[in-house]
Each structure stands twice: as C-alpha cells, then as structure tokens.
C-alpha cells in the first residue's frame, strides 16, 4: 500500500464540508474491517482508507492548519499502513464498566507478547506482532498496532474459500476464538494484493 501524503489529505475547511458523508462512508467501511474476539478485545484492520479517516479527524480535532504538524501526523499514521505481505490492525481494549477498568487491563498484561494473538488459515497461524511501546512490566495500554506477516503460500490459502480462517487470542487469562467472516478475508486479501 502507498504510503500517505500531505497532499491526499483535504483542507480543514473543505474536510468539514465534506465529513459527514465521509464518516458515513467509512464507518460502513470499518465495520467490514472490525472483529471482536471474546468480550473486551475489538480489532480494526487498517488501510490506506481507514488511516486517511483516522489523520483527518486528529486534524479536525486539534484543529491543525500548519502543513509540518499535519506532515508529522501523516508519517505517525503511515507508520501503521501495511507493507508488502502484511496485514496491519489496531487491537483495542474495550471496557465499558468503569469500576472495572483497572483490574481487567491488570490481567490482560503480557496479551502484547510473542503468539497471545493469532490468525488461523487453514492449518497455518500466523502470529500478531506489536509495536513497541503501549504497555510497561506493571501496565498496558488499551490500544495496540499489530501487524501480522503472511507468506505467499499461506495468502494462496485465505483466497481458498473453502479455508477455514479464524482470529483468536491465547494469554493466560482470555482465551477466545471466532471465525472470520467473508466480508473481513475479502478485506484481508485486498490488503495483501
């Protein structure tokens, strides 16, 4: 995917006239790009498109106008799109019971580690890989970048659809798997192609 550059990006105020059909139009796209995996954890996975939506709202939010911060957005969020044979999502811990924030964030520490999340295709898995940086020894974030890496042999298989593929995660104190929907491999196979 190409990364992004300022000039895709629209003008604050040429964005405003614009933004409800583009909200619109990208929360239908994201819903076929969103999976939940057991009760508190929801995956997103990103392309150039979703990105785009997600640099426009921080600029209209923070009401940016000086072309090297809206510069130095574009290169944070390109950091996210998905290179060659990659699949790129943000993993987001979502807890609506506010007493309980703190203890389920406790135990859901380490989910950022080696093999925790995991796509199955076929009889392939194909382990998440995190960036860096959103949790410490006695913290986690709740918002995670993974990429997953996906061979050429195991793309042949996602386009199979009689393959089976599944998204799941294996840590100590959640364990949960579903199967993915056609619209999300479909999405998925758009991404690597």
Known sequence: MEPLTVEDLKPLDEYEQTREEVRRWTIALKRSRRISIGEYITVVFENRDTLWFQIQEMIRAEKIVDREKVRAEVETYNQLI????????????????????????????????????????????????????????????????????????????????????????????????????????????????
């Open 82 to 193: 998905p290179g060659p044979g990659e699949l790129s999502a943000t993993l987001m811990i979502e807890i609506t019971d506010k007493s309980r924030v703190k203890d389920i964030l406790d135990r859901l520490r380490g989910l950022d580690r080696e093999k925790t999340v995991w796509l199955r295709i076929g009889p392939h898995m194909v382990y998440g890989v995190f960036e860096e940086g959103h949790s410490k020894e006695d913290k986690i974030s709740a918002v995670h970048f993974v990429r997953f890496h996906v061979p050429e042999s195991i793309k042949t298989e996602l386009r199979n659809l009689q393959t089976r593929i599944e998204i799941g995660i294996t840590h100590p104190t959640y364990h949960a798997v579903v199967p993915v929907p056609d619209d999300l491999r479909f999405a998925l196979l758009t991404d690597l192609d």
